[in-house]
């Protein structure tokens, strides 16, 4: 009998340790971006789909800032700036740009 809960006892001890690990839920925390278009640095920023994201646009000219494939929309002047927030739904790179021309953040989405 020793011997049976001997082998019910290592088997439990093995089955625990080859269960899979728990997965790391999504960053509930929205990501926050101050950026300037006067001070333009194009870089790559990482999101969770379904994570808000929360830009701030800073410019001395007036611009449009637009996030490609996101369809937000807001404009930026001096001394007012463009205050984009949305929930990214779908994995992706999505441009984050002020018109006409300045590339100010790649947002990839995972």
Excluded at 1 to 18: D, E, P
Excluded at 82 to 87: C, G, N, Y
């Amino acid at each position: 009998m020793k011997t049976v809960h001997a082998l019910v006892l290592a088997l439990l001890v093995l089955a625990g340790c080859s269960s899979a690990p728990e997965a790391t839920p999504p960053s509930t925390d929205p990501l926050v971006l101050t950026l300037s278009v006067d001070q333009a640095s194009p870089q790559r920023v990482e999101a969770v789909r379904g994570q808000a994201v929360e830009l701030t646009v800073t410019s001395e000219q007036p611009v449009e800032v637009h996030v490609h494939g996101v369809d937000v929309l807001a404009k930026a002047e001096s001394g007012k700036p463009a205050v984009l927030e949305f929930t990214v739904d779908r994995t992706g790179t999505f441009d984050v740009e002020a018109h006409p021309d300045t590339l100010l953040v790649q947002l990839v989405v995972r």
